[in-house]
C-alpha cells in the first residue's frame, strides 16, 4: 500500500478484502469514487483491524477497488486511517513520522 493522503478512504483489492473476512458483494453500502480516468461504483467497507506503518487501528471504513493491473500499487492508506494520528510529512528529507 502507498501512504495517500488525498485519498478520503483507505482502498483495498477484492481479493485482500475476502482475505480479511470481508466480502465485497455484501457490503450495505456502495459509493462513487473518482479514479484518474473515470467515475466508477465501489463497495464501501470496515476493516476489522488494520495494521500499518507500527499502528493498529479498529474498523476503518474502505473502498473496495481493484487498482490497474499495471500499478506496482495494491492498495492505498487513505485519510480514513490517516486521521487517527498525527502525521508529520518532510519532503526535504524525505521522511515522515506518525504519532498517536
Not at 2 to 10: E, F, S, W
Not at 26 to 34: D, L
Not at 41 to 53: F, G, M
Not at 75 to 96: A, E, I
Request: proline share 4%.
Amino acid at each position: 500500500m502507498i501512504l495517500d493522503t488525498g485519498a478520503t478512504l483507505t482502498t483495498v483489492p477484492h481479493a485482500v478484502a475476502l482475505l480479511i473476512g470481508c466480502d465485497p458483494t455484501k457490503a450495505s453500502r456502495r459509493i462513487e469514487i473518482m479514479t484518474a480516468s473515470s467515475v466508477e461504483v465501489a463497495s464501501l467497507i470496515v476493516i476489522p483491524t488494520i495494521q500499518a506503518l507500527g499502528k493498529t487501528l479498529k474498523r476503518v471504513e474502505a473502498v473496495c477497488h481493484d487498482l490497474p493491473a499495471v500499478s506496482s500499487v495494491v492498495g492505498l492508506l487513505g485519510l480514513s486511517f490517516l486521521k487517527h494520528f498525527d502525521l508529520h510529512l518532510n519532503f526535504q528529507s524525505g521522511t515522515f513520522e506518525l504519532r498517536c
